[in-house]
């Protein structure tokens, strides 16, 4: 708990099962998008009882809202039943990403967007109040952690993928969740 006893976002954790796979996903990347849309079908074929799923937000400087994004998701975290709602946003931001990205990176409609407009414009698509939550000191420190993880790790693009605490390059966004499966074994 943080100091000053504001609510812990919850961890983006899925199943209970031996073996570990932790995504690291950045929110408005197209591969990262692509990756997302398949780790619930993937625990699914996989089973909960196979498998633990973690999902790690990866800020990436070239998506220039990212940092501003992934504080989103875990504000979002940070709200009732916060895993679910974590992954309701980013998968929300994917599904509408023209709409807080960038063109090319450094152009287009979003130029004169402000971060309250971004807020607002999550908060019309997920129904979720995340003004509030988004400014906690605990979603600053989790905002840490979900980056410290990473560059511990040696972790600098997304998707990343680690399979039972080592990064496995194996793993590839354009791949089927069959063959991810696979890759388990």
Same mark, same amino acid.
């Given at each position: 708990?943080?100091?000053?006893?504001?609510?812990?976002?919850?961890?983006?954790?899925?199943?209970?099962?031996?073996r570990?796979?932790?995504?690291?996903l950045?929110?408005?990347?197209?591969?990262?998008?692509?990756?997302?849309?398949k780790?619930?079908?993937?625990?699914?074929?996989?089973?909960?009882?196979?498998?633990?799923?973690?999902?790690h937000?990866?800020?990436?400087?070239?998506?220039?809202?990212? /940092?501003?994004?992934?504080?989103?998701i875990?504000?979002?975290?940070?709200?009732? @039943?916060? &895993?679910?709602?974590?992954? =309701? !946003?980013?998968?929300?931001?994917?599904?509408?990403?023209?709409?807080?990205?960038?063109?090319?990176?450094?152009?287009?409609?979003?130029?004169?967007?402000?971060?309250d407009?971004?807020?607002?414009?999550?908060?019309?698509?997920?129904?979720?109040?995340?003004?509030?939550?988004?400014?906690?000191?605990?979603?600053?420190?989790?905002?840490?952690?979900?980056?410290?993880?990473?560059?511990?790790? /040696?972790i600098?693009?997304?998707?990343?993928?680690?399979?039972?605490?080592?990064? @496995?390059? &194996?793993?590839?966004?354009? =791949? !089927?969740?069959?063959e991810?499966?696979?890759?388990?074994?």
């Amino acid at each position: 708990m943080s100091t000053d006893s504001t609510p812990e976002p919850a961890a983006l954790i899925w199943g209970h099962g031996p073996r570990k796979v932790e995504f690291f996903l950045e929110p408005t990347c197209p591969f990262s998008v692509r990756a997302s849309r398949k780790l619930m079908p993937f625990l699914e074929h996989v089973g909960e009882d196979a498998l633990t799923l973690q999902v790690h937000i990866h800020s990436q400087p070239w998506h220039l809202f990212s /940092g501003f994004l992934t504080r989103c998701i875990l504000a979002a975290a940070a709200l009732p @039943d916060g &895993r679910d709602r974590a992954w =309701q !946003t980013l998968r929300t931001i994917g599904d509408h990403r023209e709409e807080f990205d960038f063109s090319g990176h450094c152009a287009g409609l979003n130029m004169q967007t402000t971060p309250d407009e971004l807020i607002a414009r999550l908060e019309v698509y997920t129904q979720l109040s995340l003004a509030v939550p988004f400014r906690l000191s605990s979603v600053t420190e989790a905002m840490k952690a979900h980056t410290r993880h990473a560059r511990k790790n /040696g972790i600098h693009v997304s998707p990343t993928v680690m399979l039972d605490g080592r990064v @496995d390059d &194996r793993f590839q966004s354009g =791949q !089927t969740i069959e063959e991810w499966a696979a890759l388990l074994k």
